[in-house]
């Protein structure tokens, strides 16, 4: 997947302001069970919000995003508060149901 560009990703976010959170991270973090059910949301939707239940401080989510883009081979959106979006386009162009802009409106 090529790296997303600037008005790609504000479209991202646009298309998830009605999204709810799917994945919760708990007190336990990142775990293989995360990462797990994040690779099986973002094979289905493409597009999802991760809410930080108990990782409040700035430094902690990032380190946790980070984490994240690297193990579930998808890229951070955006990060509103508490709920960080992601996306991952599908490999198979018949099953994406998110077609980015290719050009700036």
């Given amino acids: 997947m090529t790296k ?34 994040a690779e099986a949301a973002l094979g289905q939707h493409e597009l999802i919000k991760v809410k930080f239940n ?20 998808c890229e951070m ?5 508490h709920i960080a979006i992601f996306y991952r386009e599908h490999k198979d162009p018949e099953k994406r149901k998110i077609t980015l802009p290719l050009k700036k409106a």
């Avoid at 504000?10 to 995360?34: D, M, N, V």
């Avoid at 959106?77 to 508060?81: H, M, S, T, Y």
């Fill in 4 to 37: 997303l560009k600037g008005y790609q990703r504000k479209y991202l976010r646009g298309a998830a302001h009605s999204l709810k959170p799917l994945i919760l991270i708990g007190q336990k973090g990142f775990t293989p069970e995360l990462l797990r059910s």
């Fill in 77 to 81: 959106v955006g990060l509103i508060g």
């Fill in 54 to 73: 108990d990782y409040k401080e700035k430094d902690q989510k990032a380190e946790i995003v980070d984490r994240f883009e690297r193990e579930a081979g």
